[in-house]
């Protein structure tokens, strides 16, 4: 090999223990998720509701605007979307480095460490396809129910504002007559 071959194959060799930490960390966030959806499932199911983020925030700032609640409501969902689109890349970054070494192992006639190196292939694009899926599913269901909570919101505003508007009409009127 060259000097620029080795150099990236250093380069590649130094990020596979970094990429498979942030894989197994991504996958344990995923079960984690999955888990706080199942929880608010049940929430929904046996209170008839779940926890509401949006009523949360509007507690702690009741005069949010609604680019605020909206911005609120991207938030929520910001990471799980992170994961379930960073983790297939990951996954195939943490494939692809160990195929060098396993294709070397096979050219040597050894074939036990190909088989070592294709086991941590396949075992990080497993993991990482599992939590790209188990947070894409949970994101779409929270962005789901976040906008079911975040319209609800902004109508009982629009009808706050209204019935507002129609009593200071009233107000005005009696004062005029």
């Avoid at 079960?31 to 959806?37: D, E, I, V």
């Avoid at 941590?120 to 599913?137: D, K, Q, R």
Wanted: aromatic share 8%; with cysteine; glycine share 6%.
């Amino acid at each position: 090999m060259n000097g620029i071959e080795s150099f990236l194959y250093e380069i590649s060799k130094f990020f596979l223990a970094p990429v498979l930490v942030l894989l197994c960390a991504m996958f344990v966030y995923a079960l984690f998720c999955m888990g706080m959806l199942l929880f608010d499932v049940a929430l929904r199911t046996f209170r008839g509701q779940g926890r509401q983020p949006i009523h949360q925030f509007l507690r702690s700032r009741p005069t949010a605007s609604q680019d605020d609640l909206e911005l609120h409501v991207l938030k929520q969902i910001e990471l799980q979307r992170i994961v379930s689109r960073i983790a297939p890349m990951l996954g195939l970054v943490a494939t692809m480095i160990p195929m060098g070494p396993a294709l070397i192992a096979v050219s040597a006639g050894n074939a036990q460490g190909m088989a070592q190196d294709l086991v941590v292939a396949f075992a990080a694009v497993i993991v990482a396809l599992l939590s790209a899926a188990i947070t894409y599913v949970v994101q779409l269901v929270r962005k789901r129910w976040l906008l079911e909570e975040l319209g609800q919101v902004l109508d009982r505003r629009t009808d706050m504002h209204n019935a507002a508007d129609t009593e200071t009409v009233h107000t005005l009127g009696a004062a005029h007559a």
